[in-house]
């Protein structure tokens, strides 16, 4: 029904556009926006032929179009997409896109064969005057992914049980004493558990009652967890933490003290130094 | 034509590059060829699509399925959805013409990527020209233990995301069969199910009614400690014979990163396609009159999978490598084949026959130093095809040896055809499994198909039965892989199809 509404409203965008030749009206651009959080790959092309595909291997369909590529706006740095290409898109509503119309469409990867097959999520009408269109796109497009970066990291934030800048002086193995006590669970997919103590610089949330805190993390390189974070002594950073619910031991011993287990298990909840500005700037809006 | 072709190039291109032919006698087999002396046909397709050259993902452990129309081929590795993180799907690789041209579709539902992954069309896919196939996945992400899904669909080119028939938390491995008895698809899924009870994992979940119901059976008879190893390998002969082989660890000190397991190879046999009152006990060991025959006994086999270096054979972790194939036509004879440590080696592979259901064995027909990654199959006429992959040198010269070996004679003779002879240093590796935990070979219309990992670079002298075709840009004067504008691309690991004519 949403996807059916975005249509809908492009096909008002693309009625203002004939009538004033001009850059969709605001709404358009809320639309936009929209449609780009959800878009992987985002180009403006001409409808060449309907009913058809652009390559060997996609099904034909009534809902399949070929698309010449004028400009991609965006797409994943791995796909090799062009000015030129032809695209086959699975559009939601073919009937709505005539052959020798241009539009931008937003869409995310269907097949990938010698070409591209996409599946739409939306679409507008391309601009008449489409240098004048490009470079507000982009801005906004730029401005999209900041807005969706900052909207993730401050999503892990407000998540967050600890948000501190620190030092990692110590990494060892940890293993859970019930995998201990019961059968030791031997798997490739194993975690192979870490726990490092982070010397506490600045709390910047939930302050923690030590200057230390202990963080667990996979260890292991085994598929399922290679792109988890993997501390090391002497790594500086700011680390955006969760209390451990994950391993089933939620405290931890520092110095022979119980302390809360922390945990670090997604790639961003460890950032760069530099990054601390920024976390610091998200944290005071909330 | 084609055939003549093929071979004239791989002739040809052997006399120039100082290569080997295209299919050889290893030096360390029995020195003459066999009662077949013609050369295999080799095809050899790296299954990245050209759309995707600009990819250099670690896209190990692949597997192939073939449908019953054999230009219809569904294959899989540890290949991320191009769309990114976020997507909610994951990919597999597809193919409409036998395999010569590739495209990927990500219709898996699993975040991304796979944990684990195979797929096996069905024998009511007459029906349906592009499906129905299934799968047996870990779906990603696996932070909170890993989740079997059992998953089907009627159509492998349609875009709408395969649905899930089944699904069981903690489980490792599945690895799937699929034949077609009394018109229904007969599914069996091998995996190690950690919920099964004191530590007897190994598991089959079977499906009689095309995956609308699925039962796990236990099938461990002996106390293990801790467990079964992760490779639990199913293998059906059209006269609904099933056997699967598993590793009943016995002992095991070490964790889950280092460690040696004492462990025994086992196979179970049921003689109704897994229906049978109890199922699976069919085949008893005359030592302890226990269901579950006792190929072998007391082995050694290291466990490494190691942080932060990388895996000790060319890179790859080891600890779990089995295979196991019927002959289709004849039950009574199979082979199987594993890894241990013999020796000095870091591991080594074993090959025996059954000629007699399973009740008795043979000694090591083959025994291969520093080799994994065994996939068994036997084609229609009885041909046994045997790939896997082996370390050859040490330090910066070592090689990682893709071997297809074909007999049929129980290996007093072998054909064998090195599909590719890649350096074992390059590209460092991204995550374990470098290569894979297995890769996979099937008997299709006269040919072994199969599957496997290995380095990218389009150099001639990696891939001594003939150049792979490249879906993907290269540049064969530089040996080079390039991006869509003529940039260089880095080396990675790609998932590589091939066909060999099966020896006559």
């Given amino acids: 029904m949403r996807k059916h509404w975005i249509v809908q409203a492009s096909r008002a965008v693309v009625f203002c556009l004939l009538v004033i030749g001009v850059l969709p009206p605001t709404n358009g651009a809320q639309d936009r926006a929209a449609l780009m959080k959800q878009a992987s790959i985002i180009f403006r092309g001409t409808v060449k032929k309907k009913g058809d595909v652009s390559f060997k291997g996609v099904p034909k369909s009534d809902r399949t179009i070929v698309v010449v590529v004028e400009e991609v706006i965006q797409k994943p740095s791995a796909v090799l997409l062009s000015k030129g290409a032809q695209v086959t898109v699975d559009a939601i509503d073919a009937a709505a896109l005539s052959a020798g119309s241009s539009f931008v469409f937003y869409t995310e990867g269907w097949i990938y064969g010698s070409g591209v097959a996409v599946r739409e999520i939306g679409h507008e009408a391309a601009p008449v005057r489409t240098a004048e269109l490009a470079e507000p796109m982009r801005a906004q497009l730029e401005q999209t992914r900041k807005e969706m970066s900052d909207s993730e990291l401050r999503s892990r934030l407000d998540a967050a049980d600890i948000v501190v800048i620190g030092q990692v002086t110590a990494v060892h193995p940890w293993n859970p004493p019930s995998l201990v006590a019961t059968r030791p669970r031997i798997s490739e997919h194993a975690a192979n558990w870490q726990e490092a103590v982070i010397r506490v610089e600045t709390a910047l949330k939930g302050a923690p009652a030590d200057h230390e805190v202990v963080v667990r993390f996979p260890g292991s390189w085994d598929i399922a967890w290679a792109s988890t974070p993997k501390l090391q002594s002497g790594q500086s950073g700011t680390f955006i933490l969760q209390k451990d619910k994950i391993t089933g031991v939620p405290r931890a011993a520092l110095a022979g003290r119980p302390v809360d287990a922390h945990t670090a298990l997604k790639p961003g909840d460890v950032l760069p130094i530099g990054e601390a500005q920024r976390v610091r700037a998200l944290l005071r809006k909330e | 034509m084609r055939t003549t072709l093929l071979l004239g190039l791989s002739l040809l291109s052997s006399l120039i590059l100082g290569c080997p032919p295209a299919s050889n006698v290893n ?38 399925a073939a449908h019953s129309d054999p230009n219809v081929l569904a294959a899989s590795a540890f290949t991320p959805n191009p769309s990114g993180a976020s997507s909610s799907t994951a990919p597999i690789f597809i193919s409409l013409d036998g395999g010569d041209t590739w495209t990927l579709n990500a219709i898996v539902p699993s975040a991304a990527m796979t944990c684990d992954i195979t797929q096996a069309f069905g024998g ?278 893709t071997h297809l070996e074909q007999t049929r004679d129980a290996f007093a003779h072998i054909k064998d055809t090195v599909l590719a002879n890649t350096p074992a240093n390059e590209p460092p590796m991204k995550g374990l499994p470098y290569l894979g935990d297995y890769n996979y070979l099937l008997a299709a219309q006269g040919e072994f198909r199969g599957i496997f990992s290995a380095n990218n670079k389009p150099d001639p002298a990696n891939f001594p039965s003939g150049m792979p075709k490249y879906q993907r840009h290269v540049d064969l004067t530089t040996r080079q892989l390039l991006d869509g504008s003529g940039n260089p691309v880095d080396v990675s690991i790609d998932p590589f199809y091939f066909r060999v004519s099966v020896l006559q």
């Fill in chain 2, 27 to 64: 030096p360390g087999s029995p020195s003459n060829p066999g009662p077949a002396t013609t050369l295999p046909v080799v095809t050899l397709v790296d299954i990245i699509p050209e759309s995707l050259g600009g990819e250099t993902n670690q896209d190990s452990e692949p597997f192939l």
């Fill in chain 2, 124 to 401: 009511t896919a007459v029906n349906l020209p592009r499906g129905t196939l299934y799968n047996g996945i870990l779906r990603n992400p696996c932070s909170n233990g890993t989740t079997l899904r059992e998953l089907d669909t009627p159509d492998i080119a349609s875009s709408a995301p395969m649905a899930v028939q089944n699904s069981r938390d903690d489980v490792d491995q599945p690895f799937i069969q699929v034949v077609q008895f009394q018109n229904k698809d007969h599914i069996f899924i091998g995996n190690n199910d950690f919920g099964g009870p004191n530590g007897r994992t190994a598991t089959l979940d079977l499906s009689t009614d095309g995956g609308s119901t699925y039962q796990p059976i236990r099938l461990e008879k002996r106390n293990t400690n801790p467990s079964n190893a992760p490779s639990i390998r199913p293998t059906v002969a059209k006269d609904g014979t099933v056997y699967v082989a598993f590793f009943g660890w016995r002992s095991f000190s070490g964790d889950a990163t280092s460690g040696t397991a004492t462990s025994d190879i086992v196979v179970v046999r049921d003689d109704s396609g897994g229906t049978s009152v109890p199922p699976f006990e069919a085949l008893k060991d005359p030592s302890d009159n226990v269901a579950g025959r006792l190929v072998a006994t007391g082995r050694t086999i290291p466990w490494a999978n190691p942080w932060p270096n990388p895996g000790p054979l060319g890179q790859e972790r080891i600890g779990s490598s089995l295979s196991i194939a019927v002959d289709p036509n004849d039950s009574k004879t199979l082979y199987i084949a594993w890894a241990d440590r013999s020796g000095s080696d870091i591991y080594t592979l074993h090959l025996r026959r059954s000629v007699d259901r399973g009740q008795t064995w043979s000694g090591d027909l083959r025994t291969l130093s520093n080799a994994t990654n065994p996939a068994l199959a036997i084609a229609e006429n009885g041909t046994a095809g045997f790939l896997y992959q082996q370390v050859t040198g040490s330090g910066g010269t070592a090689r990682w040896v």
